[in-house]
């Protein structure tokens, strides 16, 4: 079975700064795929970023990037010039490649997130 | 383009009592899933619909069930209550095929039974 963990529960960073959201799971799958979500107090999750695990480069969009290290199957995210609205709880996700199956969503326990300006 | 819709946003219900929940996908998204969020378990994978079938279903009693309309549209519906049952209910839709950009989600219904 797949598991997901997210080391770190809580996480504060000055506005404009960066910092980095760590994430590792285990899995014998080579077909997968690997996502952060945010989800704001507004409850609503919204993906913020998502990684093939066949592809080396690593996915970037705008300040968001991670840094995929398959072989350590480790997946961490990046906030770069950190804004008071990423203020949110992080869950990192994984999701088998099911072949037309149920594609579901494992989740780690988040790491909540406070950007203080 | 309108995004997941779940309705209600909140909900109280009595012990042993039954609940359905809604949910509206994104217009042309045949997949939706369905997941419980506490501040226990986390977020748990209740089960899944593609076009009116049920694909797959996560572990939970038989009292969690749900269905699936031909519009997509899908509701769970929880039998006899639990205190345990209060959480986030949270709905997401998907393309068929497209799994891997990912799954949107509407913003939840919060259960409360007492």
């Known amino acids: 079975a797949q598991t997901v963990t997210q080391s770190q529960p809580e996480m504060s960073v000055q506005e404009a700064e960066t910092v980095t959201l760590s994430c590792t799971y285990d899995?014998?799958?080579?077909?997968?795929?690997l996502f952060w979500y945010k989800q704001p107090p507004s409850r609503q999750m919204i993906l913020v970023i998502r990684?093939?695990?066949?592809?080396?480069q690593n996915a970037t969009e705008n300040r968001f990037s991670v840094n995929f290290q398959k072989a350590a199957k480790s997946f961490s995210l990046k906030i770069s010039d950190s804004q008071l609205g990423d203020t949110a709880m992080y869950f990192c996700a994984f999701m088998k490649l099911a072949g037309g199956a149920t594609n579901k969503l494992i989740f780690g326990t988040g790491t909540l997130l406070a950007v203080q300006p | 383009k309108a995004g997941v819709t779940q309705t209600p946003r909140y909900l109280i219900k009595t012990r042993g009592q039954q609940v359905t929940l809604s949910c509206s996908p994104i217009?042309?998204?045949?997949?939706v899933s369905w997941y419980q969020q506490t501040p226990g378990q986390g977020l748990q994978f209740l089960f899944e619909?593609?076009?009116?079938?049920?694909?797959n279903k996560g572990n939970f009693p038989g009292r969690f069930s749900g269905r699936q309309f031909s519009n997509s549209r899908s509701e769970m519906n929880v039998s006899t209550l639990e205190l345990g049952d209060s959480a986030l209910y949270l709905c997401?839709?998907?393309?068929?095929?497209?799994?891997?950009?990912?799954?949107?989600f509407g913003s939840g219904t919060r259960l409360t039974v007492v």
């Open positions: 990684q093939e695990a066949y592809k080396q």
């Open positions: 217009s042309g998204h045949r997949s």
């Open positions: 997401a839709s998907s393309l068929a095929g497209a799994f891997n950009y990912g799954y949107t």
């Open positions: 619909y593609f076009s009116e079938t049920q694909r």
């Open positions: 899995t014998s799958e080579s077909n997968y795929y």
